[in-house]
């Protein structure tokens, strides 16, 4: 069901033929609603019936303290509304955050407050303006204006995520290790258009359509379904490595945005070797 809100709207797009949807709720803010769905995966129903519950959200937009202040209610609004979910599992938290850095409070609050929430790829840093996330940068795909009104500029941020609730990492319904991206996204067109040739991973029309479709690209993930997997048993194979830290040559500790080689270190023991260059 449609349901019209004070601003722009979200919408759940789902296969019937997969999925049942039991019910819609709205959060409201004092700009948007955030939009919760609810629904099961119908080969799973029985004794360990998965449900899902998604949210689709649209935070205040605007690189300054008050807008930034304004996200963060919004975040704290969604969180509290999961936080006192009983019964509650397999949460999917989506949408445009409109956050500039991990440090944001807003962010923070979705990863950290009451229920957890992870970043799928685990790339938290200073995301705006930072040819490191080329990426995962999601906007901006366009450097001219269209008659759609959307944001100009090049690609330059993450704004658009989807963060996923501990459950969905190691149990029966489980995140694809590596299956989260920003669609279309080569990581060479850091401050440029998305318009003409030249994409590396995708043929050109579909570049191109991704540059009139919107000043977004869509992020996607996959979700695989195994009932023979306990919602308690590690699994190890579909968690990705968490960064630990990042050291130059002399051992200290440093910031991705510093020229030079680097050492990538994680927690599952590998160590990479990165030249940053820009």
Known sequence: PFIDGPDTDNL??????LFTLVETNVIATNLRDINEYVLYLDESIGSDTSFIYVYVSHLKAGNDFQNANQRTLEATALKNY??????????????????????????????SYGLPLNDPIDQQGEWHNNSYYADI??????????SDGGSIGGMDDRFDFILISDDLLDGSLSYVNNSYQSFG????????????????VVP????????????????????RYDPSVSSLKENTDNKSPKLLAIKDLL????????????????????????????
């Open 12 to 17: 759940l797009f789902y296969k019937k033929s």
């Open 82 to 111: 999961i936080n006192n979910r009983s019964n509650g599992e397999h949460f999917i938290v989506s949408g445009d955050f409109n956050v500039y850095d991990a440090d944001e409070n807003a962010y923070q609050a979705l990863l």
């Open 137 to 146: 940068h999601t906007q901006s795909t366009r450097t001219s204006n269209l």
């Open 185 to 200: 996204q080569d990581g060479q067109h850091f401050n440029l258009s998305f318009n003409g040739s030249g994409n590396e």
């Open 204 to 223: 050109n029309y579909i570049n191109t359509a991704l540059y009139n479709m919107s000043d977004h690209l869509p992020v996607i993930m996959e979700l």
């Open 251 to 278: 051992g200290r500790t440093v910031s991705p945005k510093q020229n030079g080689f680097q050492f990538h270190i994680y927690d599952n023991g590998k160590v990479e070797k990165k030249l940053i260059v820009y």
